[in-house]
């Protein structure tokens, strides 16, 4: 796994001291500068000290980034068993969710503030945890200030044993002709010897580490954003407010449909109403033609048109419950249509997101090996 490359910077290093020792004639027991020897060692345990810090900071990070793909599992397990439903709830007061202490820290700090959102019957609106357990965080426990730029140290240390050997080798190197001159060849040879081990094992570590560097921070980057996918489909509440256009139909659909039950109470009371008067008319009629005569009868057919006005506003109630039914159709469909176009711009985001981090990765690609190319550009025109 990408994650754990950088141990092969133990055994590469191991390889490198051996060498060392070897081409000095340590193994043989032919010595043939302790200078250069001693150049060497003091160079190599400067590089082994610079590695064993890289080493306990890349392990805090593999830790971070392991914990997080535990917790991705553990997420996605819970919500198969919830049956697909928030897990909130039961995330919000857990204190176990995470036991590394950067990361720990950091979803408290997180479940402090989302707290500030809590009302009654949901969130009042929502933080991003991608605030608080971001890339910088990742950074920090991988002391990516230092490690990045160990690359341009152990560079620098192979250059620094050139300059330091051909130093050496030409302040031994005296005589005014070619006998004298012959007598000292070996000394500078042995000043260059120094100079070629050095810029070899230097500029061999730093393009080492600095793919190990860049690959194990590329493992960790894409743990955090599967986490922050998983928990932002998973956990992540909610905010009530969904915009004034949604709330407003809303609003209207509820408007409507109370409407309709009160014009259909309306309706009923209305037929009701008519029927009781046409009974009650038609009797006082009856009985008034039989003790009054015939002036009665013109007003039995005055409350007839009344009933029969009666009527009438009753089908004008229809048709205006018709119309509000029509009314609160036209906002469902604007609803549906509103949902679709919210999920279309999801749809882009995520879109977006998944181009930024393949820009990024682009970028970072670009970025090393121009830096990898200026390195060996000061070289060789140093050289």
Same mark, same amino acid.
């Given at each position: 796994?990408?994650?754990?490359?950088?141990?092969?910077?133990?055994?590469?290093?191991?390889?490198?001291?051996?060498?060392?020792?070897?081409?000095?004639?340590?193994?043989?027991?032919?010595?043939?500068?302790?200078?250069?020897?001693?150049?060497?060692?003091?160079?190599?345990?400067?590089?082994?000290?610079?590695?064993?810090?890289?080493?306990?900071?890349?392990?805090?990070?593999?830790?971070?980034?392991?914990?997080?793909?535990?917790?991705?599992?553990?997420?996605?397990?819970?919500?198969?068993?919830?049956?697909?439903?928030?897990?909130?709830?039961?995330?919000?007061?857990?204190?176990?969710?995470?036991?590394?202490?950067?990361?720990?820290?950091?979803?408290?700090?997180?479940?402090?503030?989302?707290?500030?959102?809590?009302?009654?019957?949901?969130?009042?609106?929502?933080?991003?945890?991608?605030?608080?357990?971001?890339?910088?965080?990742?950074?920090?426990?991988?002391?990516?200030?230092?490690?990045?730029?160990?690359?341009?140290?152990?560079?620098? =240390? #192979?250059?620094?044993?050139?300059? @330091? !050997? $051909?130093? *050496?080798?030409?302040?031994?190197?005296?005589?005014?002709?070619?006998?004298?001159?012959?007598?000292?060849?070996?000394?500078?040879?042995?000043?260059?010897?120094?100079?070629?081990?050095?810029?070899?094992?230097?500029?061999?570590?730093?393009?080492?580490?600095?793919?190990?560097?860049?690959?194990?921070?590329?493992?960790?980057?894409?743990?955090?954003?599967?986490?922050?996918?998983?928990?932002?489909?998973?956990?992540?509440?909610?905010?009530?407010?969904?915009?004034?256009?949604?709330?407003?139909?809303?609003?209207?659909?509820?408007?409507?449909?109370?409407?309709?039950?009160?014009?259909?109470?309306?309706?009923?009371?209305?037929?009701?109403?008519?029927?009781?008067?046409?009974?009650?008319?038609?009797?006082?009629?009856?009985?008034?033609?039989?003790? =009054? #005569?015939?002036?009665?009868?013109? @007003? !039995? $057919?005055? *409350?007839?048109?009344?009933?029969?006005?009666?009527?009438?506003?009753?089908?004008?109630?229809?048709?205006?419950?018709?119309?509000?039914?029509?009314?609160?159709?036209?906002?469902?469909?604007?609803?549906?249509?509103?949902?679709?176009?919210?999920?279309?711009?999801?749809?882009?985001?995520?879109?977006?997101?998944?181009?930024?981090?393949?820009?990024?990765?682009?970028?970072?690609?670009?970025?090393?090996?121009?830096?990898?190319?200026?390195?060996?550009?000061?070289?060789?025109?140093?050289?």
């Amino acid at each position: 796994m990408k994650s754990r490359l950088h141990f092969l910077l133990f055994p590469l290093y191991v390889v490198a001291v051996f060498f060392v020792l070897y081409v000095n004639g340590v193994f043989s027991g032919q010595i043939s500068s302790m200078g250069n020897l001693t150049i060497n060692a003091a160079f190599l345990a400067v590089i082994g000290v610079l590695f064993l810090i890289s080493m306990i900071s890349f392990t805090r990070l593999n830790h971070c980034a392991d914990e997080l793909t535990e917790v991705t599992l553990q997420i996605q397990k819970d919500y198969q068993e919830a049956g697909g439903k928030n897990l909130w709830n039961s995330y919000r007061d857990r204190k176990d969710v995470f036991f590394e202490k950067p990361l720990a820290d950091a979803f408290r700090k997180y479940r402090l503030r989302m707290r500030r959102f809590a009302a009654n019957n949901g969130f009042t609106g929502a933080c991003e945890l991608e605030e608080y357990i971001n890339e910088d965080l990742l950074d920090r426990v991988s002391r990516s200030h230092f490690n990045s730029g160990m690359s341009g140290t152990l560079t620098g =240390l #192979g250059i620094l044993g050139t300059f @330091l !050997g $051909l130093a *050496l080798g030409l302040g031994s190197f005296q005589g005014d002709d070619i006998y004298t001159i012959s007598d000292n060849v070996g000394p500078l040879l042995m000043g260059m010897k120094v100079a070629f081990h050095t810029s070899v094992y230097g500029i061999f570590f730093s393009l080492v580490f600095n793919f190990i560097y860049r690959a194990v921070m590329a493992d960790a980057y894409e743990r955090l954003g599967t986490f922050l996918d998983v928990f932002r489909q998973c956990v992540q509440p909610a905010a009530m407010d969904g915009g004034n256009d949604t709330a407003m139909l809303v609003y209207q659909a509820n408007m409507a449909n109370s409407m309709k039950h009160l014009l259909e109470l309306a309706q009923g009371e209305s037929k009701e109403q008519t029927a009781g008067v046409e009974r009650i008319v038609k009797q006082f009629v009856e009985q008034m033609n039989a003790s =009054l #005569g015939a002036n009665f009868q013109k @007003l !039995g $057919l005055i *409350l007839n048109d009344a009933g029969k006005a009666q009527t009438g506003n009753a089908e004008l109630c229809r048709e205006l419950i018709e119309a509000v039914n029509g009314m609160a159709e036209a906002n469902r469909d604007t609803l549906r249509d509103l949902e679709q176009l919210f999920e279309q711009q999801k749809a882009l985001c995520e879109e977006l997101e998944a181009q930024k981090e393949q820009m990024s990765a682009a970028c970072a690609e670009i970025g090393s090996q121009l830096y990898t190319f200026g390195q060996m550009r000061k070289l060789y025109e140093k050289q």
